[in-house]
Each structure stands twice: as C-alpha cells, then as structure tokens.
C-alpha cells in the first residue's frame, strides 16, 4: 500500500512539471504587483507609474504599483523578501535597501543581498538640496555662513533616517561647518512644504518634488548631488562645481524580485523594463522625473551593488548613523 501510495506521488509529481513549466513559459497569466516602499505621489511612485503602464501594455497583464512607504524603504522591501518567488510580485526601490540599510540598521528583519535578486538597474538619478526662497543666500557657502550664525543648529529634512539624504545632511557639517539636525519625514514633499512654510530650514528633495514649489516661488534649489547636473534642472549647479566634495555618489533605482524566482521570468521582466524605458515618450517622462535611464541586465545590476555597497558603508562608518 505505501509502494502504490509512493508510486503515485511520483507519477503526480511528474505529470505537474510540465504543467509548472507550461505555465512559467506562459508568464504572465494574471496580474503582476509591484510594490513600491515610499509615499504614493512622490517621485519614485511616479516613475514607477509610468513604467507600469509600459509594462501592463507590453506584457498583456496589468502590473499594479503597490505603495508600501516606511523604515527607509524595510517595510515594503520586507513584503517582497516573503512572498512568493512566483513571478507576481517585484520591487522597485532605490539604491539605500541594498547599499545603506545592512550597515545603517543594527538589525534588518530580512538579508536584503540573499533574499531579493536583481532585476534590473532602471535609471540612475539625482537630489537636490532646497531652502525657502526668501532666504538670504543663493549657494552652499552662503548657506554654510548663515547656518554657523544661526545661534542653533540648521534643521534639514530628508524622506527617512537611514536615506541618502540623511547621509547626504550628516556629511553638511563637515563640509561646510555649523551644526544640522535631521528631522525625518515620510517622503520628500512635506519636507518641501515645512520648507516653504518655514517650520524647517533645509531639505533634500528629488527634483520631481521640488519643481512644484520652485515654479510657486516658495523654495530655491542651491546644489545636486551627484556625479553631474541634472537633466531635469539643467542649470542647477553640483555640489562639485560649487566645490564641495563628496556628493558626487549616483543615487539609482533598481527593480528586484523574491529569492527563488525563475530565472526566465526574470529575464523576461527585465527585457520588458528595458523595452518600455527606450520609448522616447517614457524616456522622456523620466528625464523631466530627474532621472536618467538604463535598463540593464540582472548581472550589470549585481555589479553596480558589489561597486557601491562599500563606498556607502563606509561612508556610514564614518558618518557614524547607527539606527536599532
């Protein structure tokens, strides 16, 4: 009896695998959900928007872009470090899940290197640093002066402790003197609003974000970071052009998917990202995001990430952040 109960385990197991396999060739066959880990109407949810509508076109599914904002981008980065490696759920997150939070936080509740696998490097992007319009300086040195003879330290903020941004505002210091307290938000838009409003001194902001309140006249940009200006706001001068050192690491947006996925499947997905980002109307889209595209190959994306992780984790080390 256990023969014939085993015997008939084996034959199920094998009639199901060409099944399984018909079925990931077939990819996809229902709607595919990518989760976002920051606020919906921010810049990454933007540009995500924009390549699920390439996708859900290209793919003949619909690719449903799930914002999951918190911790610096662990809660929605968690989410899909647990589900299943089906080929229906993927990630899109910029650089700081990899690169910034395994030497930032004392304890990840997931291994962000072994349990999420590269996709595809999107695009590489810029930040830039913002302060209400009417204050009395128009580039980093002035800011720099004021700040040391505020009587208090500058308050800056960022979309998170632990984000490139908080970094960026730690290393403020040593660059340019005086003191800075961060005060995290949950996305850069209502750090851009205290800007303006005056309840916050400084902030870190995409340029997607920032451009509302520049056009209203209520906040200036004074720098980009990054290695170049960027397309968006060509006339915004770098942290290096005005020569302060250091700000010139590229900020990037990756996809990524469960540990396990098929490797076809991901192939596929990261062919299809590649296709919708050449599209001069989605290419376009991303230039006035503040964002240049890329679209590379699962290993290209893997070798950006063994290149920057260390440059970061060292910077942290210096910076000395530690988050429990």
Known sequence: MKREIGRRALVAGALAMPFAARAEANWPTRPIRIVVPFNPGGA?????????EGLTQRLGQQVLVDPKPGA????????????????????????????????????????????????????LGTILLAVKA???????????????????????????????????????????????????????VPALQDVANGTLDITWASPTSAKPQIAAGRVKPLAVAGAKRSASMPDLKTFGEQLVAGFDLNLFVAAY???????????????????????????????????????STPK????????ETPIWAELIRQSGAKVE
């Open 134 to 188: 009417d204050a009395p300086f128009d580039d980093l040195r002035g800011m720099g002066v004021w700040v040391k003879g505020l009587g208090r330290p500058a308050t800056y903020g960022s979309w998170g402790i632990g984000s490139s941004g908080h970094l960026y505002g730690l290393m403020l210091e040593s660059a340019l003197g005086g003191k800075y307290n961060h005060v995290p938000y949950r996305g850069d």
């Open 300 to 307: 290209e994306l893997a070798d950006v990430l063994a290149r």
């Open 44 to 52: 990454i949810d933007a540009l995500v928007r924009v390549i699920a």
């Open 72 to 123: 610096n981008t662990i809660v929605g980065s968690e989410i899909v470090a647990r589900a299943a490696p089906d080929g229906y759920t993927f990630l899109i997150t910029t650089n700081s899940t990899h690169t910034n939070n395994p030497s930032l936080y004392v304890r990840l509740p997931f291994d962000p290197a072994k349990e999420l696998i590269p996709v595809s490097l999107i695009s």
């Open 257 to 295: 998917a469960p540990a396990g996925t098929p490797a076809d499947i991901i192939d596929r997905l990261q062919q299809a990202i590649k296709a919708v980002i050449d599209l001069p109307a989605v290419a376009d889209k991303m230039v006035a995001q503040g964002q240049t595209s890329v679209g």
